[in-house]
T-cell receptor, first 112, second 113 residues
Framework: NAGVTQTPKFRILKIGQSMTLQCTQD?????MYWYRQDPGMGLKLIYY???????DKGEVPNGYNVSRSTTEDFPLRLELAAPSQTSVYFC???????????FGQGTRLTVV | KQEVTQIPAALSVPEGENLVLNCSFT??????LQWFRQDPGKGLTSLLL?????REQTSGRLNASLDKSSGRSTLYIAASQPGDSATYLC????????????FGQGTELSVKP
């Protein structure tokens, strides 16, 4: 039972490069979330989705894009990487707004 | 806008102590509140989920309470052990924010042998 799977686990990007962080869940959950966590800080919501084809902005969406073409996948796209996007990124999912959320193991991204 | 606060930011206790971690939130119109544990360099593990209609939830040595009217939740850890050392985060889902999961900044707990 894989749960929420994120790839890659680590990545170093140069300023201006682009990349996609992958997130897949096998629990048939409707809700999916992307967070970033900076050192000593809590988790800030970047984007979330309540179902395939539906996405909405969180607290810190600038510099990121998402899509939700299937229930299972919720990729996060960085178009022009900046040093301020150095962070640990977490993907999460839940069946709906009443059930517990499950998290992936995170992607540690460094932009240099 | 929902804001979630956890105090203290860090806590150090000797092994065997009972302890309480605090979580407060500004908007009491919530669906539920969830407590997580995060080990260094790792993801988040769900500990307890309390629905807005519940007063408390228990799992082993953990007990979480919820007072929605005062905007507070506490996580009680009985007979703490060094293996309990981790960062504990609470997160809230609010009616007025479409069910987004909003986090506090966490309490870093260290249990000394």
């Amino acid at each position: 039972n894989a749960g929420v799977t994120q790839t890659p686990k680590f990545r170093i990007l140069k300023i201006g490069q682009s990349m996609t962080l992958q997130c897949t869940q096998d629990m048939n959950h409707n809700y999916m979330y992307w967070y970033r966590q900076d050192p000593g800080m809590g988790l800030k919501l970047i984007y979330y989705s309540v179902g395939a084809g539906i996405t909405d902005k969180g607290e810190v969406p600038n510099g990121y894009n998402v899509s939700r073409s299937t229930t299972e996948d919720f990729p996060l796209r960085l178009e022009l990487a900046a040093p301020s996007q150095t962070s640990v990124y977490f993907c999460a999912s839940s069946e709906d707004r009443w059930t517990e959320a499950f998290f992936g193991q995170g992607t540690r991204l460094t932009v240099v | 806008k929902q804001e979630v606060t956890q105090i203290p930011a860090a806590l150090s206790v000797p092994e065997g102590e009972n302890l309480v971690l605090n979580c407060s939130f500004t908007d009491s119109a919530i669906y539920n509140l969830q407590w997580f544990r995060q080990d260094p360099g790792k993801g988040l593990t769900s500990l307890l989920l309390i629905q807005s209609s519940q007063r408390e939830q228990t799992s082993g040595r953990l007990n979480a309470s919820l007072d929605k009217s005062s905007g507070r939740s506490t996580l009680y850890i009985a007979a703490s052990q060094p293996g309990d050392s981790a960062t504990y985060l609470c997160a809230v889902r609010s009616y007025n924010q479409g069910g987004k999961l909003i986090f506090g900044q966490g309490t870093e707990l260290s249990v000394k042998p």
